[in-house]
């Protein structure tokens, strides 16, 4: 059983940047791929950027060059680093961490970008 809890939401200017955190309890966490997505009010959710196990990463077209995703094994922890935010990045930010048949959700934060 895997636990996530994010951190680092609110409220931003556009131009701004924010770094999102979410912390994983339980063991084997860098065994985990994990993600972050987003969803908007009135829309589904979407795939924001991914890291494996391994460490390769990929994003959303709508954030490359602007987003980056890390994690740190030896604080069970990954991070979403946002820069250059737009108001259409205004969402709710989801971790998410898989393994196997295995899949976990965290709460959510939310993000506001407005000015």
């Known amino acids: 059983q895997v636990q996530l809890v994010e951190s680092g939401g609110g409220l931003v200017q556009p131009g701004g940047s924010l770094r999102l955190s979410c912390a994983a309890s339980?063991?084997?966490?860098?065994?985990?791929?994990m993600a972050w997505y987003r969803q908007a009010s009135g829309k589904q959710r979407e795939l924001v950027a991914r890291?494996?196990?391994?460490?390769?990463?990929n994003y959303a077209d709508s954030v490359k060059g602007r987003f980056t995703i890390s994690r740190d094994n030896a604080k069970n922890t990954v991070y979403l680093q946002m820069d250059s935010l737009k108001p259409e990045d205004t969402a709710v930010y989801y971790c998410?961490?898989?393994?196997?048949?295995?899949?976990?959700w965290g709460q959510g934060t939310q993000v506001t970008v407005s000015s």
């Open positions: 890291v494996t196990a391994g460490g390769s990463t």
């Open positions: 998410h961490a898989r393994r196997i048949l295995s899949s976990y």
């Open positions: 339980g063991s084997i966490f860098s065994q985990y791929a």
